[in-house]
């Protein structure tokens, strides 16, 4: 699909990008939206299921950094790339989907804004109903990160392929010729 988002098609007034035939876009919009609905599932499974054991273990963190300076200053650097690392992957597929499932939701603050929202509301619930877990700014910051990385990489090409934009008027106007009479 990425090959699809990057063709374009030339018409009499300049280049244009033409979305895919539409039965393959609705077919991308379904697996894009069945993909939305596990990495919920996922999400909700590695965030909001209760850790007694870790009760003692948990603070809320709301200094950014300070989690991720506690990380590193492990000594065990298997440790701090786990909980950094999947905390990014973790935001990934939220990049690449949202803008396919949702197409108002494309463009760089769009999506850092509603994965910040998605991800503070997460943070929030852990914090304030789940035994064993807490807030940490830390983690949204990674994981708003993660979806920023996936929409660039992937995210915003596939919505482009699914929901190519229609030209505004200035842009799909010939250019002024420059011949001189």
């Known amino acids: 699909m990425a090959e699809a988002a990057s063709r374009l098609r030339t018409t009499g007034s300049g280049s244009e990008r033409r979305p895919l035939p539409l039965p ?13 609905v596990a990495f919920a599932v996922v999400l909700a499974r590695l965030t909001l299921q209760p850790s007694p054991a870790s009760e003692a273990l948990t603070h809320t963190n709301l200094h950014p950094g300070r989690s991720l300076k506690a990380y590193l200053d492990q ?31 494309r463009g760089f603050l769009r999506v850092l804004l509603l994965t910040a929202v998605v991800m503070l509301l997460v943070e929030f619930a852990q914090g304030a109903l789940v035994t064993g877990r807490a807030f940490d700014v830390d983690d949204v ?15 915003r090409r596939l919505s482009r392929a699914v929901h190519a934009r229609k030209p505004r008027d200035g842009r799909a106007a010939k250019k002024p010729s420059t011949r001189r009479s």
Request: hydrophobic letters at 60%; charged letters at 10%; one cysteine or more.
């Open 141 to 155: 910051i990674l994981n708003t990160s993660g979806a920023l990385v996936g929409y660039l990489l992937l995210g």
């Open 24 to 36: 393959i876009r609705l077919l991308a919009m379904l697996c894009a939206f069945v993909f939305m």
């Open 75 to 105: 000594p065990g650097l298997r440790d701090a790339v786990r909980q950094i690392g999947g905390n990014i992957l973790l935001g990934v597929p939220f990049g690449v989907l949202v803008p396919v499932v949702a197409p108002r939701t």
